[in-house]
């Protein structure tokens, strides 16, 4: 079965540096979209990129847009959120997301077009 799970949030200081894994099991990431998310306490779940299996494009919201690098490890079919120059406005509970290319290419920032989720890790970003 589909599956996600995520691995190495934590605190770090304004300006700093964190990489997040999503590990994939259960399905071909050629078909699938792999999107990562953040919620704020008391804020909407907010797209932060979607990394496309099919062609291993990445595309960003306009926040991270510069800052953050999204890529896959071949071997080891996971995905990264590498996240630099980090401000306090990037805390939250960080989630990957998955679903089939073409629900994530409708709509890659969309929660409601994937239907598995990973458990989250939180990030905090100190000021």
């Known amino acids: 079965q589909v599956q996600l799970v995520e691995s190495g949030g934590g605190l770090v200081q304004f300006g700093g540096s964190l990489r997040l894994s999503c590990a994939a099991s259960?399905?071909?990431?050629?078909?699938?979209?792999i999107a990562w998310f953040r919620q704020a306490p008391g804020k909407e779940r907010e797209g932060v990129s979607c990394f496309y299996g099919s062609d291993e494009s990445v595309v960003y919201g306009d926040s991270v847009k510069g800052r953050f690098i999204t890529s896959r490890d071949n071997g080891k079919n996971t995905v990264y959120l590498q996240m630099n120059s980090l401000k306090p406005e990037d805390t939250g509970v960080y989630y990957c997301?998955?679903?089939?290319?073409?629900?994530?290419?409708?709509?890659?920032?969309?929660?409601?077009?994937?239907?598995?989720w990973g458990q989250g890790t939180q990030v905090t970003v100190s000021s």
């Open positions: 997301a998955t679903d089939v290319l073409s629900k994530a290419r409708r709509g890659w920032s969309n929660p409601y077009e994937y239907d598995y």
């Open positions: 259960g399905f071909s990431l050629y078909y699938y979209g």
